[in-house]
């Protein structure tokens, strides 16, 4: 049991949008930065969002965070069939001392 | 940036292995790095960090004791030592470099099989 909580999958047609969701606590979300993490079937995972809603320079505008509380939520515009992968949220948490991960979300574009 | 691990491979329990990851395309003595593992069934779980010196590392608590995290800056190197290992290890392990609270590069990551 992941101690950041995600849907196991979402799906939407291609050019919609998805928000896929990331429930926390206060140990952790609730105090620390999350990030976001895409990994593409068969490579490794590659870094989204830092810092809540930062974008890497060649991360496209197409992908958004956003934080509330002990909640965090990545959000995908345009959606592409390039876009399915699984992605992962991520933060420190104070009463474990690490950083934790979410259990992913597997998103599929119809 | 480019981040390649090695040193991967099957193992009995109980038995050693030591990862490798080698750096470039960064300053490799201003960053902390880490190593973070995915388990067969694709859940990812930060394993160690060290700091830029190498003066401090921190783990997970399953491995604490067990595995040990090191670098040598002068050969723009990083190292996982893991000591014994058991069957719940098994995991592919990624060298990650740590940026701003995330892990912003990864490497291609090495399989560790422990039967």
């Known amino acids: 049991q992941s101690v950041l909580t995600q849907p196991p999958s979402v799906s939407a047609a291609p050019g919609q949008k998805v928000t896929i969701s990331c429930s926390g606590g206060?140990?952790?979300?609730?105090?620390?930065?999350v990030s976001w993490y895409q990994q593409l079937p068969g490579t490794a995972p590659k870094l989204l969002i830092s810092?809540?809603?930062k974008r890497p320079s060649q991360i496209s505008d197409r992908f958004s965070g956003s934080k509330s509380g002990t909640s965090a939520t990545l959000a995908i515009t345009g959606l592409q069939t390039g876009d399915e992968a699984d992605y992962y949220c991520?933060?420190?948490?104070?009463?474990?001392?690490?950083?934790?991960f979410g259990g992913g979300t597997r998103l599929t574009v119809l | 940036v480019q981040l390649v691990d090695s040193g991967g491979g099957l193992v009995q329990p109980g038995g050693s292995l030591r990862l490798s990851c080698a750096p470039s395309g960064f300053t490799f003595t201003t960053y902390w790095m880490c190593w973070v593992r995915q388990f067969p069934g694709g859940g990812l779980e930060w394993v160690a960090t060290i700091n830029t010196d190498g003066t401090q590392t921190s783990y997970v608590d399953s491995v604490n004791g067990r595995f040990t995290v090191s670098r040598d800056n002068a050969k723009n190197s990083l190292f996982l030592q893991m000591d014994s290992l058991r069957a719940e290890d098994t995991a592919i392990y990624y060298c990650?470099?740590?940026?701003?609270?995330?892990?912003?590069?990864w490497g291609r990551g090495t399989l560790v099989t422990v039967s």
């Open positions: 991520e933060a420190h948490d104070d009463s474990l001392n690490a950083a934790v």
């Open positions: 206060s140990s952790n979300i609730g105090t620390h930065f």
């Open positions: 990650t470099r740590g940026n701003n609270w995330a892990f912003d590069y």
């Open positions: 810092e809540d809603n």
